[in-house]
C-alpha cells in the first residue's frame, strides 16, 4: 500500500469518482485555481473542468442549497464548506432540506450530496473558527455524519459517502490533512455506519473519532508500558452509530471512556454513554467515563488553547482512575 497524506487520500477519493461517474460535481468557494480552503480539490479543474468544478460566492445557504437542488435532479454534488462553523449559515438547507426530502415526498426523491466541512481545533483560529458541531447534525435523522481520523479511512468513507443515496455530512479535522498513512492502491470503499477496532486490549474499551482517534492511540500505547491493554475503537461514523460493535467491546472489557473534542455537555459521548448504559449495563464494572474539552469557547493563545483540548495525559490519567485501585 502506498504511503499518501489525508489531504492526498481525499482528494484520490474525488478524482476516482468524478472518473467513475460524470454525474458527480464539486461546488464551493475557491475550488477551482486556489484547490479550496486545504488544498483539496486542487488540479480537479484542470482535469474535469469548470462545468464540474465550480467557484461560488461566500454564501453557504446559496453552496448548500444548489447541491440540494442539483442532488434532487439526479447528480451527485460534492459541496465544500470552508469549515463546519459556517455551516451554521446553511443549517435550514441542511437540516430542513437535505435530510427530510426523503422522507416527506414518500421516497420519490432524495438529495444525495456530500457536504465536505472542516472541523476542530488547534490551528488558533480562535472561538468561532474551531468548532466541533457534528454532534449538531447527528442529532438530525435523514442526515449521515462521517468522521475519518486516518488517510484510509478518508479516502473509502468519502467515496462510500458519495455513492450513497443519503445526504452525508463529510467532517474532515483541520490538523489531519498533513498526518500520513497506508492507503490501497485499488478499489475500495468504507461502509457508512461501520466503527473499526484500531486497537486490541482487554482492560478498558477506548471510544473516539476523527483526531481523538490519533490521540487515544498513542494513550493507550503508554498505558500498555505500565501494563494496562486498552482497546481503542474509531467510530468513523457518528450517525448511524455502530453500537454493535462499541457494546460487544465494553462487554468484554467490563469499562468505557469516550474521548472527544467537542463539549462535554450534551456532546457524543453524553450520548454513548447512555446507549451503553441501556445496553450493557450489567457488564460495567466501573462507571462510563468521558474526556472531552473544557467548557469554554475556544482560546485563541495557543497555551490556553492547548489546555482547552483533551490531551494524551488527560486520557491516561482518566484510565488509571478507573483501573488502578486508589
Not at 36 to 51: D, I, S
Not at 61 to 87: D, S
Amino acid at each position: 500500500m502506498a504511503v499518501v497524506t489525508y489531504r492526498e487520500a481525499l482528494t484520490q477519493a474525488l478524482r476516482e469518482e468524478m472518473r467513475r461517474d460524470d454525474r458527480v460535481l464539486i461546488m464551493g468557494e475557491d475550488v477551482v485555481d486556489y484547490g479550496g480552503a486545504y488544498g483539496v480539490t486542487r488540479g480537479l479543474a484542470q482535469e474535469f473542468g469548470e462545468k464540474r468544478v465550480k467557484d461560488t460566492p461566500i454564501a453557504e445557504g446559496g453552496i448548500v442549497g444548489v447541491a440540494v437542488g442539483c442532488a434532487m435532479g439526479g447528480l451527485r454534488p460534492v459541496a465544500e464548506l470552508m469549515t463546519i462553523n459556517f455551516a451554521l449559515l446553511a443549517a435550514d438547507q441542511i437540516i430542513n432540506h437535505a435530510a427530510k426530502v426523503r422522507y416527506m415526498f414518500g421516497g420519490q426523491t432524495s438529495a444525495p450530496l456530500v457536504i465536505r466541512a472542516v472541523g476542530g481545533a488547534g490551528a488558533q483560529l480562535a472561538a468561532t473558527h474551531s468548532q466541533n458541531l457534528e454532534v449538531m447534525f447527528a442529532h438530525v435523522p435523514g442526515l449521515k455524519v462521517v468522521t475519518p481520523a486516518t488517510p484510509r479511512d478518508a479516502k473509502g468513507l468519502l467515496k462510500a459517502a458519495i455513492r450513497d443515496e443519503d445526504p452525508v455530512l463529510f467532517v474532515e479535522h483541520a490538523l489531519l490533512y498533513g498526518t500520513k498513512g497506508e492507503v490501497p492502491e485499488g478499489e475500495y470503499t468504507i461502509p457508512l455506519g461501520k466503527a473499526e477496532v484500531k486497537r486490541e486490549g482487554k482492560d478498558l474499551t477506548i471510544l473516539a473519532y476523527s483526531r481523538m482517534t490519533l490521540v487515544a492511540l498513542e494513550a493507550a500505547n503508554r498505558l500498555s508500558s505500565d501494563g494496562l491493554e486498552a482497546v481503542v475503537i474509531d467510530l468513523r461514523t457518528l450517525r448511524p452509530l455502530d453500537l454493535e460493535t462499541i457494546v460487544s467491546s465494553v462487554k468484554k472489557t467490563n469499562r468505557a471512556m469516550i474521548v472527544e473534542e467537542d463539549w462535554r455537555s450534551f456532546g457524543v459521548g453524553a450520548e454513548i454513554s447512555s446507549r451503553i448504559m441501556e445496553m450493557a449495563f450489567d457488564y460495567l464494572d466501573a462507571p462510563v467515563q468521558r474526556v472531552a474539552a473544557q467548557e469554554v469557547p475556544v482560546p485563541y493563545s495557543r497555551k490556553l488553547e492547548q489546555r482547552a483540548l483533551p490531551r494524551v495525559e488527560d486520557v491516561i490519567r482518566a484510565a488509571k482512575g478507573m483501573l488502578v485501585p486508589a
